[in-house]
């Protein structure tokens, strides 16, 4: 039986090797990216004075949106629990585009972007350096490889397993001892052996999780183990691309009619009739969202005080008393996010790092209209964060994290450490 597996252990590993050492190391190079990334810019992820209040975040918002081409408009706002660390909002455009501001001066600090490095890792990680380009269709060859090559990891590992395993508790014993000082041969192969013993655990939860991104049909079945049905991406998607489509559309009008006021006050400060006639026919009640003759207080309501003065309500106003609110019910929040309608919660707890409290608000009084916490959403809303989750290691805070690290490095020495013990096998024979 040993025979049998040492062989099918060789002969999927030989091929397949390299590529795995390639996706094994570049993973471990992702595990501390964002630790990385504040390190070296930590100008663009924290704030240079910490003050007493930030700015208000309709103000703030706005004066963010100034900065925006007219194609582009803020879609959210992330804020952290640390006073010290930047907002992050996010654009309509493009995907997953966001800024990091200074919240206390509304400082533009920077874009959020991957650098070159982590970017090459990503693509090797992902695509094998293939352009993968979800709007084309046919076979993404790089994705495909990466995606055969982490199955037949999965074999290679169960193999392992059958011919490492001892006969006797001593030698179990043995087997998972590392020695260096009995020359390179046997620290190769006791680092390949005893290696992949330690990494086994970590290395299988990596792959398996890992193949959920690369076939439909494994995807279809993982979720299935787990009592989840597979929703269509394409309903979900066109769903988002239609909310995103409503919000640019609401935004745009905003800044229009922004536009237009700016311009019915320079008609009325030249004493030109038609601006203060348009600035009349313009007033409307302030529940419309568009214009008004009152003025605001200070969470953007709006006082009748008999001027005709011009007002658009910002689409950010209750932005603040939202962010105020959940604040208040959840004093160890880590971070909370709000966008139009809906506003998110997230804790540092173990397990998920996905996981959050959602609510939904009424975008023309503030109110919430529904809450959805965590613990009580169905398996299909938790699944995803926790293979993300499990397949990264930091769903038991740095420590996990630190060992998914260590087993990837590993995972990317089992092939290299396993050509050397063959080709050394091949001389031998050969002589």
Same mark, same amino acid.
């Given at each position: ?23 094994c190391f570049s993973g471990a190079m992702l595990v501390f990216e964002n630790e990385v990334n504040e390190w070296f810019r930590r100008d663009l992820y924290y704030v240079e004075t910490v003050k007493e209040s930030p700015l208000p975040m309709d103000k703030l918002l706005e004066k963010v949106a100034t900065t925006l081409p007219d194609s582009v408009s803020v879609a959210g706002v992330s804020i952290s629990s640390d006073p010290g660390r930047a907002y992050q909002v996010s654009l309509s455009k493009p995907r997953r585009a966001s800024l990091y ?50 199955? %037949? ?11 490492? /395993? ?21 620290? /190769? ?196 964060? /926790? ?7 930091? /769903? ?29 096998? %091949? ?5």
């Amino acid at each position: 039986m040993k025979k049998i597996f040492r062989k099918i252990h060789l002969w999927l590993s030989v091929p397949f090797g390299l590529i795995i050492t390639l996706v094994c190391f570049s993973g471990a190079m992702l595990v501390f990216e964002n630790e990385v990334n504040e390190w070296f810019r930590r100008d663009l992820y924290y704030v240079e004075t910490v003050k007493e209040s930030p700015l208000p975040m309709d103000k703030l918002l706005e004066k963010v949106a100034t900065t925006l081409p007219d194609s582009v408009s803020v879609a959210g706002v992330s804020i952290s629990s640390d006073p010290g660390r930047a907002y992050q909002v996010s654009l309509s455009k493009p995907r997953r585009a966001s800024l990091y501001v200074d919240q206390y001066t509304g400082e533009v600090k920077g874009k959020s972007e991957r650098s070159g490095f982590f970017m090459f890792m990503f693509r090797m990680h992902r695509w094998l350096l293939d352009s993968m380009n979800p709007g084309n269709e046919g076979i993404f060859w790089g994705k495909m490889i990466v995606g055969v090559s982490t199955l %037949l990891l999965v074999f290679v590992l169960i193999s392992g397993i059958v011919i490492w /395993w001892p006969r006797t508790r001593k030698a179990l014993k043995n087997s998972l001892k590392i020695i260096a000082t009995k020359g390179w041969r046997r620290f /190769w192969y006791d680092l390949h052996v005893a290696g992949g013993m330690y990494a086994l655990i970590f290395l299988l939860a990596m792959a398996l999780t890992g193949l959920t991104w690369s076939f439909p049909w494994y995807r279809t079945a993982f979720y299935k183990v787990f009592g989840v049905e597979v929703q269509q991406r394409a309903a979900q998607g066109h769903e988002q691309k239609s909310d995103a489509q409503k919000r640019d559309t609401k935004l745009a009008a905003h800044r229009e009619k922004k536009r237009e006021g700016n311009e019915v006050r320079k008609g009325e400060r030249s004493g030109r009739p038609e601006g203060r006639k348009n600035n009349r026919e313009h007033a409307k009640n302030r529940n419309t969202g568009e214009y008004t003759g009152e003025q605001p207080d200070s969470k953007g309501r709006s006082e009748n005080n008999h001027s005709d003065i011009y007002l658009v309500t910002s689409p950010f106003v209750y932005w603040q008393e939202i962010y105020d609110k959940l604040r208040r019910q959840n004093p160890e929040y880590k971070q909370i996010s709000i966008s139009s309608g809906t506003a998110s919660v997230s804790f540092n707890r173990f397990g998920n790092q996905r996981a959050s409290d959602r609510y939904s608000f009424n975008t023309d009084n503030g109110e919430f209209t529904e809450t959805s916490l965590y613990q009580h959403q169905d398996k299909s809303g938790k699944i995803r964060g /926790w293979i993300y989750s499990v397949h990264v290691g930091n /769903w038991g805070g740095m420590f996990t994290r630190i060992l998914t690290f260590i087993a990837a490095l590993l995972g990317a020495a089992l092939p290299l450490t396993g050509y050397y013990l063959w080709i050394k096998r %091949l001389i031998k024979v050969l002589k």
